[in-house]
């Protein structure tokens, strides 16, 4: 294609991974759970990438919702990196 610019792979993945993040994030938010229940999914979340899924304990849940309780953020900035996560990891397919 002359005078086009062709879209890469990468860019139509991008746009459709920040497309999936956003619908997953307004499900969420609308969905107006605990403060401390998002801390918990996203405490699950971060572990299951870093020692895989379930091979972590409700101790290690523990210590990590403390941390994301502790840093302090928005209610849809957890709600958004939930959504992150989640699409990234069942891209991965390593999310049910």
Request: proline residues 2%; aromatic residues 12%; glycine residues 2%.
């Amino acid at each position: 294609m002359v005078g086009q610019e062709q879209v890469s792979f990468d860019k139509l993945d991008n746009k459709l991974m920040k497309a999936q993040v956003d619908v997953e994030a307004r499900s969420l938010i609308e969905k107006n759970l605990p403060f401390d229940v998002l801390c918990w999914t996203l405490s699950e979340l971060q572990l299951t990438i870093e020692k895989g899924y379930h091979n972590y304990t409700d101790h290690d849940v523990s210590i990590m919702k403390e941390k994301i309780f502790n840093a302090e953020l928005e209610y849809d900035e957890i709600c958004w990196l939930i959504s992150y996560l989640i699409v990234f990891l069942r891209m991965q397919h390593l999310y049910p």
